[in-house]
C-alpha cells in the first residue's frame, strides 16, 4: 500500500474522531448560566435573570431567606432569560443560584451558579398592596386608583320613573315602574313602590298567570334580560308574589310582591347579593298588565324609596 495513502487515511480518521470526540463531549455538558443578577426587587417579589441558552431545554432555581438551611426549589423553569420570585417578606435578604439541564429527563446538568443575594424594600404600600402604589379606599369602602383600574363609587341617585297606559277614572290600567342606575352608584339592596289611591285586581287570579313583562339591562349593558311576569303564590286577598321568569332560559329571575293596602299599593323588590357593592349601571323596567284600577276623580302620589347596599335612601 502506497505511504502517501496510509498517511491520508489515518490523518483523515484522527480529524474525523476528534470531530466525534468534540460533539459526544459537547453533547455530555451542560453550560452554567452566566451574567445572573437580580432585579426589579420591591417589597415582595424580584425578577432573576441569566443569559438565555438555546441549548438548555429547562433551568431549576432554588432561593432562600439568608441564614437558613432549606431551600425552595422551582426545578421546571422553562428555557428563558427571567423568573419572577414572587410572595417574599418586606426588608428581608434572600439568596439564589441557578442551574441549567440541558434534555427533558435531567441530564446532562450544570453546576450552580454563583450565590447571588439582594434585599427586598420595605416601601409604605396602598391599600391594593402596591408597593408605593396610589390606590386608596372611596367612600363606598372599595380600593380604587392606582392599578386596581377601579373608579371610585359616586353618589347614590337612581333615576325612577311611574306611569299609567291611561289616566281614565274606575278603569283598568297597565302600571310601569322603572328605575335605573349610572355606573359606580352603590347597588340597589331594596325597591319600594307605593301609592295614596288606586288598587290592584287580583279577582280570579291563579299560579302561573301571566301579569306582565320586563325588561333588565346589567353589568353596565353586559347583561341583557327580558322576561314575563307570572303569578308565583297568592299569599292573600289582597296580596300575590310575582315571579319574573327568563324569556330565553325558563328560569326565574327575581321575585317581588304587590298588595293592595288601606289606602293604595304597595310593591317590594329585593335585590340579590353580588359581592360587591356597587353598579357597572343597570336599569329595570317592569309593567304589570291590566291589574290596576285607577282612582275615582283625584290627585294621585305614587312614592318610590330605593335603598342601596350602604344605607343610602332615595326617595
Known amino acids: 500500500m502506497d505511504s502517501r495513502f496510509t498517511r491520508k487515511f489515518f490523518l483523515l480518521f484522527v480529524i474525523g474522531f476528534l470531530s466525534f470526540l468534540s460533539k459526544d463531549l459537547k453533547s455530555q455538558n451542560c453550560d452554567t448560566p452566566t451574567n445572573v443578577i437580580t ?38 423553569v422553562p428555557q428563558s432569560s427571567s423568573y419572577d420570585l414572587t410572595l417574599l417578606n418586606s426588608s428581608t435578604n434572600y439568596e439564589w443560584q441557578i ?16 450565590l447571588q443575594i439582594f434585599t427586598t424594600t420595605n416601601f409604605p404600600v396602598d391599600c391594593n398592596n402596591t408597593p408605593n402604589g396610589n390606590a386608596y379606599l372611596d367612600s363606598c369602602g372599595n380600593c380604587v386608583g392606582g392599578i386596581t383600574g377601579q373608579s371610585p363609587c359616586i353618589a347614590f341617585s337612581p333615576t325612577v320613573v311611574i306611569s ?51 325588561t333588565n339591562v346589567a353589568a353596565g349593558g353586559t347583561i341583557n334580560v327580558t322576561t314575563t311576569l307570572l303569578v308565583d303564590f297568592i299569599l292573600s286577598p289582597n296580596k300575590i308574589s310575582v315571579k319574573s321568569v327568563d324569556d330565553f332560559s325558563g328560569q326565574v329571575y327575581s321575585t317581588f310582591t304587590i298588595e293592595n293596602t288601606s289606602n293604595g299599593i304597595l310593591i317590594i323588590a329585593n335585590s340579590l347579593p353580588d359581592n360587591n357593592n356597587v353598579t357597572s349601571g343597570n336599569s329595570q323596567n317592569i309593567t304589570l298588565s291590566g291589574i290596576f284600577i285607577n282612582p275615582s276623580p283625584s290627585n294621585i302620589i305614587f312614592t318610590s324609596s330605593i335603598n342601596s347596599e350602604l344605607g343610602d335612601v332615595d326617595v
Do not use: M
Open 39 to 76: 432585579s426589579n426587587v420591591s417589597n415582595f417579589s424580584a425578577t432573576l435573570n441569566w443569559d438565555l441558552d438555546t441549548a438548555v431545554h429547562h433551568y431549576r432555581i432554588r432561593f432562600r431567606e439568608s441564614g437558613t438551611s432549606v431551600w425552595s426549589y422551582d426545578h421546571n
Open 99 to 114: 442551574k441549567a439541564l440541558c434534555s427533558a429527563n435531567n441530564s446532562p446538568s450544570s453546576s450552580w451558579s454563583n
Open 164 to 214: 299609567l297606559s291611561t289616566l281614565e277614572c274606575d278603569s283598568i290600567s297597565d302600571f310601569t315602574f322603572s328605575f335605573s342606575q349610572d355606573p359606580n352608584e352603590p347597588d340597589v339592596s331594596s325597591a319600594v313602590f307605593s301609592s295614596d289611591g288606586g288598587s290592584f285586581d287580583f279577582t280570579n287570579l291563579s299560579s302561573n298567570d301571566i301579569i306582565g313583562a320586563s
